[in-house]
């Protein structure tokens, strides 16, 4: 079986850093599910299958940023969301952790991207219309923290 047969989304191009945050995702998961700490969900992560192709870097500073920032990131997006977040699917709540840490930390990657990687990613891996849910949310937050980038995009 090949690595895009694996996939959720097999036709889709991914790149090393897209690949970072599906890992980072699946990291998350795995810490929201089973509260192992960072250390342990990285090495497991790092020894999976097709890591090799991922940004090990930025895969890192995601996981480990997500986790460590998490209660921060919460307070951030809790108020944005229509429900309780231990009422969010953990897919949901993964990605809005990563979304919100790349909003609120990676100043470097457009905002739309961030929130484009995001809402692939839940079309990947949660339910029916979780990446409508996650698009509202993670425009909130941009809005939040990236006013000017904001409002630039809107008068195009």
Known sequence: ?????????????????????????QGLYQWLL??????????????????????????????NGAIGSSVELREIFAPLVDRGINELSPIEHAVLLIGTYELKNNLEIPYRVVINEAVELTKSFGGIDGH????????KVAAQFRPEEVAADKKR
């Open 132 to 139: 409508k849910y996650v698009n509202g949310v993670l425009d």
């Open 1 to 25: 079986m090949t690595d895009k047969t694996t996939h959720a989304n097999p036709s889709k191009n991914r790149t090393p850093r897209h690949r970072a945050r599906e890992f980072a995702l």
């Open 34 to 63: 089973n509260n192992e700490s960072a250390s342990t969900v990285v090495n497991h992560i790092r020894g999976a299958h097709g890591f090799d192709k991922a940004d090990a870097e930025h895969f890192t500073v995601l996981l």
